[in-house]
């Protein structure tokens, strides 16, 4: 009889409460122990020389997700967790998305059965709302009941923006429940005037696509969701933050005790808007809302994640194919204005964060582990069961080699848009086996369990 189901041995363990040398042991599909020369476990993994981290907890991608436009993310549950997994990811929280007109309930119903068909990691959904009214808001109280906790809204985009009276209804509403109202800040008017400025001077390569949506849009939008947070007491998450300006707007926030966070991404730390300056079409792969800024905004973006006035560092996944049923759905060369936003990135986060963080130094690997998985799940009421090594936690544990040189190739990846805006880059470490609630699903290279394993995660408020 073995003490322990699954004993990972000898690797360096980041709990989330500092780094030992540490053996872990697992029974059932939890955390039993950590300490120094545990009893033999039915299996042994050995993590010599290894780096044994917390499961990546990913806040922000969008899967099997229909657009307001009709169009539908090149990734099922199935593929964009087979992604995440690959990519030492754990848990992802996605969206149920309401248009108008539809019924929020009945929409996260559906979602409810897409993930549960396909998902290979622990999932939870947003509630994203686009049609506030009042049958939506009277179904609020028993989906945040049922483990849907947080609400996200839009300030842009013509078939989800909210206008700021609606905007403080749905606060209230989440207020009134204790749950965190999730936001996309960018002004609508300020992206539409310049978008319509540009196309009529013939400007409509991708590459506009960065002018239209540009820093001034996000600041503003920044600083009025926080006046209306504000006003309604809500606690509030900025999503990808992308400049300076509205770090600091958010930093500002946080010291006048608001509850107000605020989340990048690595298409905002490790590209610029010269990025989109691809030829002739190929600039589509990069366009994504907000879009990247200067070198600038990346120093300021990393000193913001550093003094904790951004705290979670989420992939904000948005696969669209560079074909007719993404990217090029409007026909082989489409205006900026034409091209669905997103980027592929729920494989790539952890990694291109481990290379920065931890094999270059930048923060370290208790930052990387903070910003990546253990703040994402507190905040997102998770805490002390995801994110976290520690005994009674959920059993997810990657065991990263921190050696392991990779070239960054769309090859390599698992989702389905075909392409990743990382082509060709170098990183050093790299997620070797990932365990979930106790089992292996990643190990030698391959996916050990079927789509479905994934469980639904009721989260708190
Ligand atoms: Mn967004
Ligand atoms: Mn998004």
Redesign the pocket.
Known sequence: MFSFDTVIRNGTVVSGEGVCNADIGVRGSTIEAIGRALPQGAREIDATGNLVLPGGVDT?A?IEQISAAGLRTADDYASATTAAAFGGTTTVLSFAAQHRGLDLQQVVTDYHAAATRGAVIDYGFHLLIADPNERTLAQLPSLVASGCSTVKIFLTYERLILDDERVLEVMAAARALNAMVCV?AENQGMISWTSKRLIAKGKTQPKYHAVAHSREAEIEAINRIIALAKMTGVALMV??VSTAEGAAAIGEARRQGLNVHGETCPQYLFLVTDDLDLPGNEGAKLCFSPPPRTVDDQVALWRALELGDLEIISS?H?PSAFDETGKLSAGPNPTFKQIPSGVPGIETRMPLLFDKMVSKGHLGVEAFVHLTATQPARLYGLANRKGVLQAGADADIVVWDKDREVALTASLMHDKTGYTPYEGRRIVGWPETVLIRGTSIIEQGELRVRPGFGQFLRRAV
């Open positions: 922000h969008h996309h999503y990808h904000d948005a």
